[in-house]
């Protein structure tokens, strides 16, 4: 008998560049927003803002990030979305969270460092997303 969980739990992770001029009100709609939509999906994750950057963590199952990211990519406060992982999982590692969010300037040059290469590696992000769960 197959896990309740296994083939369809998926993580997601993207990058996206910030519109230039977003507020703290606009970051409060995203987050509010993002709260709900999961809650109601039984979708968790994270949401990192550095000022120029989101880096999002998504967790559930499948069909839902498929629509998730059509969504999240219509979103005008933001561009360059970049999906860097996608994989299956057996457990959520930010379970704990409809929506976690952590703004961190500190993190804003390393990001910046990271996404200048077109295909940038996502191995680094995952010790700044761990890093910033930390804070929550």
């Known amino acids: 008998m197959a896990s309740p969980l296994a083939p369809s739990l998926q993580h997601l992770m993207y990058f ?4 230039p001029g977003l507020g703290s009100l606009d ?10 939509r999961n809650r109601r999906l039984d979708v968790t994750g994270l949401l990192l803002f550095t000022g120029r950057h989101f ?4 967790e559930g199952r499948a069909a839902d ?5 059509k969504a999240i990519q219509l979103d005008t406060r933001h561009d360059g979305l970049q999906v860097l992982v996608r994989q299956s999982i057996r457990q959520r590692l930010y379970g704990q969270w409809a929506m976690a969010f952590v703004e961190s300037l500190d ?5 910046d460092r990271l996404f200048i290469n077109t295909n940038p ?3 680094p992000l995952a010790g700044i997303l761990e890093r910033a769960a930390r804070r929550v």
């Open 65 to 69: 990030l498929d629509g998730l990211v």
């Open 55 to 58: 880096v999002q963590v998504l």
């Open 27 to 36: 970051i409060r709609a995203i987050l509010g927003g993002a709260q709900v």
């Open 107 to 111: 993190d804003a040059d390393a990001l």
């Open 16 to 19: 996206s560049s910030a519109r």
């Open 121 to 123: 590696d996502p191995t």
